[in-house]
């Protein structure tokens, strides 16, 4: 089975420009990979170089498929539908390649009110799990500022839960709430990875301010990644170029695959 990482953290702190850049690096470094953009603001395909009109269509949206697979109507609440639909062969038809990187858009589910259950929110939740459970390669999932696409019938097959966080204050307290949350559903390998970090004193006001947490690395402020996501377009299109520190992180991370 390949690494399976969850990418965490409050909205801004370039979550999602780290996924990228680590589904990047895992490719490079020949694995084959699954990209997820789990985030209801789908931007990883931007940030893997891929148009905004070539990207895959979100999953949510194949009504279609949605249909024939849990015998319901998209947007329908209640009543009967399937509760573990059809989804491996999803992850072949419904993705986008490139440069060895299958990448993957869930989509957003318009809720009918609170603990909902409807057909899109049952494919989405089976997909994510045979994602995690089943496929033998590498999976990189871009969450939303929390793990709300996670369950415990998936948690453990989680190998990292990786928590980006930035100097400021409200990323170390969205940091405690995301591994507070983990712990619910019984994720234990949390991981933090400081970004745009400029000064040896921002990196010790990171650590100080998450005690108790493994803190695999600091990623630099760079003002190529920051045109790159102003833009919507791929941060450094030489992986050589990123700084060394992300093959460093890549190399944790590997550590903890199962």
């Known amino acids: 089975m390949g690494i399976k990482i969850a990418v965490s953290g409050k909205g801004g702190v370039g979550k999602t420009t780290l996924a990228a850049l680590v589904s990047r690096d895992l490719a490079r470094r020949g694995r084959r ?15 893997l170089g891929i148009a905004g009109d070539a990207a895959p269509t979100p999953i949510s949206e194949l009504r279609e498929i949605i249909a024939e697979r849990t015998g319901a109507q998209p947007g329908t609440f209640g009543g009967f539908f399937r509760m573990n639909p059809r989804v491996d062969d999803i992850p072949d038809r419904f993705t986008v390649r490139v440069a060895g ?5 869930m989509g957003t ?11 899109e929110s049952v494919l989405l939740k089976s997909l994510v799990q045979h994602l995690l459970l089943s496929e033998d390669d590498a999976v ?11 369950g415990r019938a998936t948690a453990r097959a989680v190998d990292v839960l990786l928590i980006v966080v930035d100097p ?10 995301i591994r507070e949350l983990a712990a619910d559903i019984g994720i234990e390998t949390v991981r933090v990875v400081g970004n745009r970090v400029r000064s040896e ?3 010790g006001a990171i650590a100080a301010a998450l005690p108790g947490f493994d803190i695999l690395g600091f990623l630099p402020e760079d003002d190529a990644v920051r045109e790159a996501d102003r833009c919507a377009t791929l941060p450094y299109p030489d992986l050589a170029a990123a700084p060394k520190e992300l093959d460093d992180i890549v190399d944790a991370l590997l550590k903890l695959e199962r």
């Open 109 to 119: 589910v318009e809720k009918g009110g609170s603990g909902c259950v409807c057909p």
């Open 101 to 105: 990187i299958r990448l993957i858009v």
């Open 33 to 47: 990979v699954i990209a997820v953009d789990a985030d209801p603001v789908a931007n990883l395909g931007a940030a």
């Open 201 to 203: 004193r921002e990196r």
């Open 168 to 177: 400021g204050a409200r990323s170390h307290a969205a940091a405690r709430k």
């Open 140 to 150: 990189v999932m871009d969450m939303e500022a929390g793990i709300e696409h996670l």
